[in-house]
């Protein structure tokens, strides 16, 4: 354990035994604790991802209680599903302007766990169910937040990827799937930006309490990434305070009303607890009080609230997925006009339809909810931009209970508006209560009564464009019966008007899913291990998570991850790959926008390692660029795949590991639109496999030193089994029955058929000679 090498440091020796406690937990909800006998203040650590919410007075950590208001931006799924790393980076920054005009010293996001199943409540809250788009975005968000002199928290470390249960619950996942999937992102957020602080989980993994393991808190985090900033345990997820301060749990919130600071105490006295730690823990809380204190007064107010609305309002515009926009059907079959019904046309008459669209839904329950400083609704926003009439009619009712009478009646309504309009804009989605932090949803169903609302609708006017406002995605068994599907997601508090701007064609939608919508939940890969039982969730999909399980398993689904739409289109050219002189791989391509209006592309790579030596799912996303073109523009894009990302985590040795061999590079417009394939020559790392007893036969055959020696050796002994041979059916393969093996136990043969030619101490000798390198042996 090494001494943090601040200045704040040298005060740690100042202070007392119980002063030096006094730091590892909170003064209250949301404050540490100052020490003004050497000048330590207090300072303020807040939620959440989206906006700030900070409690005026009082605190809970559910969002029960009001707080100052604040802008609200998308949430993670809208945000992310903009695939931009400038455009996180600059919500970053405003949010970051927001918290130091109120003093509040860390950000308590960004949480980047991965979607494992659509049902986890707090998926709104998370960016994506693969870990490039979660790191790379969750490096944006954190660089923007902490150049503005606040600090970030990232947040839920790890494997926390439901609600059920999740004070308890423990992950169940296998070394591969935890490295590869699930810690992937937080190791490229903390190696590349450095948060502040890292939050650790409420959960198990593989039954040890995130907030007292030492493996993940010290080992992952500090000896492998690097990490330098301090661990803050999420609210309420200590459980044995004093081992989860050895394994590396600096700061527990929120206050333990001075409980566990006295544990740490008696345990320094009675010896159980090395003072060293506790020093290491005060000194990290001193540094995170002095970077707080530095960054303190970098922005000067007042706040413009118009501006970061304004930026709320591009953000969410950037954040709509165009899922489909065709021709209705019956304008197909009639012969009419094919073209897509997306954008409308300003002076159509419409008939805005569903409650959304005048009470919107816009962010998520629990923590992060935020008061907004004004909110806009889509039908307002409808009306101001349109010169044509634009009717509204309710459609059903969110309400709990709800009389068969009253839900027939505002079909009905609906259903009349619709009729007489030249298009129908229903506004569908999940009523508030179905997704929460907390808890987990039970299916992926909308609610009925929206359902058969659609159909009306649809029957009485195909030309019906859907709005969907869901925080976690949706089964969409309408999809081939309405012509246009937007995914307007939870979009914060200027989401209204992105949706109109988008609706006009005044945004053109750029945004693509970084998760996928399934056509049903039994195809989801957790399905049957969600959310586990007694406690325990064994993460049996394994690395075939979100599109890896659909492609593996080549199941149809409703849309594909990547997937998007705009109202121009794109081609792609040849593309290239090449490996540079960091040994990273730059994949190079010419993108062109063929339509006649200004949009963005998000294009996509992919890669994969046919005849590997490790199973890998059919494709995995390595790097994105969101790439801007005006009409006819063509741009030469550059991608960079990290070396690093092509690794795996190699079980045998516990290392990532690069395989040598020819990749096969996919740039792609989705993960199902593949738009140019290279393969490019990666050479592999060096490594040789430590040799032991249990090594199989053909294990050591591939030796580099030993391997020649053994080969000639089974050759000679096939040679003299002559008659074994005979008696097998014709075309068994002896020599693969043999070399699956251990070596340790090839006496067994030997002393059967060579009069005992091979002992143990030979095995022993030649696994010694193999574990020492040196020359080949042929
Ligand atoms: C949540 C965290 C949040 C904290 C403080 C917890 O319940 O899991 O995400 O930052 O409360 O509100």
């Not at 012969?335 to 339809?353: N, S, T, Y």
């Not at 049996?540 to 593996?552: H, I, M, Q, T």
């Not at 059919?618 to 790097?623: G, Q």
Request: charged share 20%.
């Amino acid at each position: 354990m090494t001494e943090p090498t601040t200045s704040a440091a040298a005060s740690v020796a100042e202070l007392t035994l119980e002063e030096k406690a006094s730091l590892t937990s909170g003064a209250s909800f949301w404050y540490t604790k100052p020490i003004d006998r050497v000048g330590v203040p207090a300072i303020m650590v807040t939620d959440g991802p989206h906006g700030l919410r900070k409690q005026r007075e009082g605190g809970d950590h559910l969002g029960l209680g009001d707080s100052v208001p604040a802008t609200c931006f998308p949430p993670a799924v809208g945000l992310g599903s903009s695939w931009d790393v400038d455009l996180v980076h600059r919500v970053g920054e405003a949010l970051g302007i927001e918290a130091s005009l109120e003093n509040v010293a860390v950000l308590l996001g960004p949480g980047i766990n991965i979607k494992r199943s659509p049902l986890c409540g707090r998926n709104f809250e998370y960016l994506s169910e693969d870990p490039i788009v979660s790191g790379v975005l969750g490096t944006a968000m954190v660089e923007g937040v902490q150049s503005k002199g606040v600090g970030t928290s990232l947040k839920h470390f790890a494997a926390n990827n439901q609600e059920h249960d999740r004070m308890r619950a423990s992950s169940d996942v296998d070394p591969r799937p935890l490295r590869e999937i699930y810690l992937r992102g937080f190791q490229r957020v903390v190696e590349d930006a450095q948060p502040w602080t890292v939050m650790c989980s409420y959960n198990r993994i593989n039954g040890v309490y995130a907030s007292e393991d030492p493996w993940l808190l010290t080992q992952v985090l500090r000896d492998e990434w690097g990490f330098e900033g301090l661990v803050i345990s999420d609210w309420g997820a200590v459980s044995e305070r004093v081992p989860g301060l050895a394994a590396g749990m600096d700061l527990e919130m929120p206050s333990s009303n001075g409980v566990t600071d006295a544990q740490i105490v008696a345990a320094v006295q009675d010896g159980s607890l090395d003072e060293q730690v506790l020093d290491v823990a005060a000194g990290r809380v001193l540094d995170l009080v002095r970077k707080a204190t530095e960054g303190a007064g970098a922005v000067h107010g007042p706040l413009d609230v118009d501006a970061h609305h304004a930026l709320a309002r591009e953000a969410a515009g950037r954040s709509i997925v165009l899922l489909k926009n065709e021709a209705p059907n019956e304008a197909r079959v009639q012969g009419e006009a094919q073209a897509p019904i997306l954008p409308l046309a300003k002076d159509a008459r419409l008939a805005v339809i569903g409650e959304f669209a005048e009470q919107p839904r816009y962010q998520g329950a629990g923590s992060s909810l935020i008061r907004p400083t004004r909110l806009d609704n889509a039908l307002d926003e409808i009306r101001a931009l349109a010169t044509g009439e634009v009717a509204y009619a309710r459609g059903f009712s969110n309400a709990l209970e709800v009389s068969a009478e009253e839900t027939a009646a505002l079909r009905d309504e609906a259903a009349a508006a619709a009729s007489v309009a030249d298009v129908a804009v229903v506004f569908l989605g999940l009523p508030a209560r179905l997704e929460s932090e907390g808890y987990d949803r039970d299916d992926i169903d909308l609610p009925a009564a929206q359902l058969a609302l659609l159909d009306a609708v649809v029957a009485a006017n195909p030309y019906t464009v859907v709005v969907l406002s869901n925080g976690g995605v949706v089964a969409l068994p309408f999809a081939d019966r309405v012509p246009a599907i937007v995914e307007a997601w939870l979009l914060g508090q200027a989401g209204g008007g992105a949706i109109a701007d988008v609706l006009f064609g005044d945004v053109n939608p750029s945004a693509k899913l970084t998760e996928t919508i399934p056509l049903r939940l039994e195809d989801t890969p957790a399905y049957l291990d969600f959310p586990g039982e007694f406690s325990h969730v064994r993460y049996g999909e394994g690395l075939f998570v979100g599109y890896r399980w659909y492609d593996a398993r080549r199941i149809e689904v409703a849309f594909p991850f990547g997937h998007g739409l705009s109202y121009t289109t794109f081609a792609y050219g040849d593309a290239s790959a090449a490996v540079n002189a960091g040994g990273d791989v730059e994949v190079t391509v010419a993108v062109t926008n063929t339509g006649d209006r200004a949009g963005r592309e998000v294009v996509q790579v992919y890669t994969s390692l046919p005849g590997g030596t490790v199973q890998r799912p059919v494709r995995e996303l390595k790097a994105f660029a969101s790439v801007a073109l005006e009409p006819g523009e063509t741009r030469e894009v550059v991608l960079t795949v990290r070396r690093g990302d092509l690794a795996h985590w190699d079980i045998r040795v516990d290392r990532w590991l690069v395989e040598g061999g020819s990749y096969v590079v996919d740039v792609a417009a989705s993960s199902r639109d593949i738009r140019s394939s290279v393969q490019v020559e990666i050479e592999g790392d060096e490594f040789t496999l430590p040799l032991s007893r249990s090594s199989s036969i053909a294990e050591v055959m591939a030796h580099p030193v030993v391997g020649g020696m053994v080969q000639a050796a089974i050759a000679q002994m096939m040679g003299g089994m002559d008659g074994v041979a005979s008696v097998m059916p014709e075309g068994v393969e002896v020599t693969k029955m043999l070399e699956a093996f251990p070596i340790g136990r090839a006496g067994m043969f030997a002393a059967a058929d060579s009069g005992g030619s091979i002992n143990p101490e030979m095995i022993d000798g030649l696994i010694a000679m193999g574990n020492a390198g040196g020359a080949p042996q042929q």
